[in-house]
C-alpha cells in the first residue's frame, strides 16, 4: 500500500522590502527577525530576482 503527501510546499509573502535600500537587506532581517520573535519560526528572508525586492518569508502547507 503506498501512501501519498497531497500538501504542496507553498511560501507566503509578509512583507517586501525594496533591493536598492540604502541599507540593504537590513529591514527586512529586522522584520523577519521580529516575526520570529512574534511567533512565526520559519520566517526568513529571499531575494526575488524578478522584482529587485527582498520578501520576508514563511512556509505554508496547502492541502
Not at 28 to 40: K, V
Request: glycine letters at 4%; zero cysteines; charged letters at 20%.
Amino acid at each position: 500500500m503506498t501512501t501519498s503527501d497531497t500538501s504542496t510546499p507553498s511560501r507566503t509573502v509578509l512583507e517586501r522590502f525594496p533591493a536598492g535600500s540604502p541599507r540593504g537587506s537590513w529591514p527586512a532581517e529586522e522584520y523577519a527577525a521580529a516575526q520570529r520573535a512574534q511567533g512565526q519560526p520559519d520566517a526568513r528572508v529571499v531575494m526575488d530576482l524578478r522584482t529587485d525586492q527582498f520578501l520576508v518569508v514563511t512556509d505554508t502547507t496547502t492541502q
